[in-house]
């Protein structure tokens, strides 16, 4: 068995059929990490290269596979990371990143040694260089806008972090982690740091997100600032309903004195009628949204059908 006594180090990382990239960046983990690092790889219901204990021990490092009953998607199979991280292993500093090689193991010393901080939680990768294609990245310069427009909040950083502990702790007790990990450190209040750094490059493959997978997502983040968009949305529908209430007063008094072309009436009282119905509904579906988010219970680790594959090597075992 492991010792379960404080782990200095662990690493989360999800993987989804890129198991090569998942042993590389294992490899690199295990000659960029301060310390020596536990791994925990969440494997998301692969089917075609399921990854294995024995990739862990490759690079010579102790760690376990957490292997997912089904796919749940890339933010939920963090938070269930999260979820047992924080309730069996109990680090002293946790790190998340991505599988693929995106995330730069180099940056990782970085975020470890502003997090010795004692007045930092969190530290976030701000990314400073983006190796994404022109469309990726005009749709994330839209979508920066329109989160910062509903939310009044910026947001910079992705999944790939370092935090303490207790803050693992903290991110497994809060719902909003298992919609949207980032967005979810932006409402726990914990005190954030961010550091610059660049985005890496895929070590084999390509990327499975497409435009539908990147625009739930972000509807996703927005999500979890429910009551920011609701009392901002509630705003805007009370200000078109009074506006909408004023033109159909004016519209009224100009039939009323004969000042209104055949026909005119009609269509203006329609339209202004579609848009008193139209704020009504947006306000009750953004309340109705607020309430699914804010009401769900986060999952424990009880809940979730996980199966453990550990390792503990005693030397490298040869051979990527």
């Known amino acids: ?11 989360l990382m999800p993987v989804f059929e890129d198991r090569a990239s998942a042993r590389q960046l294992i490899a690199d983990l295990s000659t960029t990490c301060p310390v020596k690092p536990f791994i925990v790889a969440v494997e998301d219901g692969s089917l075609n290269d399921v990854m294995g204990a024995a990739d862990i021990a490759a690079a010579g490092l102790e760690g376990e596979v957490v292997h997912l009953a089904r796919n749940m998607g890339h933010q939920r199979a963090i938070a269930a990371g999260i979820a047992h991280v924080a309730t069996t292993l109990h680090p002293e500093m946790l790190v998340v990143m991505d599988s693929d090689g995106e995330d730069v193991p180099a940056a990782v010393p970085e975020l470890l040694a502003a997090l010795a901080d004692p007045k930092v939680d969190v530290v976030v990768a701000k990314r400073r260089q983006r190796s994404e294609s022109l469309q990726f990245r005009a749709f994330y310069a839209v979508y920066r806008r329109l989160f910062k427009f509903l939310t009044g909040r910026g947001i910079r950083f992705g999944n790939f972090m370092a935090m303490t502990g207790k803050a693992a702790s903290r991110m497994a007790a809060m719902q909003e ?26 070590y084999f493959g390509v990327s499975r997100m497409n435009f539908v997978s990147l625009a739930l997502h972000g ?20 200000a078109m309903i009074v506006m909408a209430s004023l033109l159909l007063g004016v519209a009224t008094l100009l039939k009323l004195i004969g000042w209104a072309t055949p026909g005119w009436f009609s269509t203006a009282f329609g339209i202004l009628v579609i848009i008193l119905l139209q704020a009504g509904i947006l306000s009750f579906v953004t309340l109705m949204v607020s309430g699914i988010v804010k009401g769900a219970a986060p999952l424990r680790r009880a809940d979730l059908d996980l199966i453990i594959e550990r390792v503990e090597p005693t030397a490298p075992v040869g051979g990527a």
């Open 1 to 11: 068995m492991l010792d379960r006594s404080p782990l200095p180090l662990v690493i």
């Open 177 to 202: 982690t298992w919609v949207h990990f980032p967005a979810a450190v932006m409402v726990s209040r914990l005190r954030m740091r961010p550091v610059p750094t660049d985005r890496g490059k895929r």
């Open 219 to 238: 509807m996703r983040s927005i999500m979890v600032f429910a009551e920011d968009v609701l009392v901002r949305v509630g705003v805007l529908c009370v």
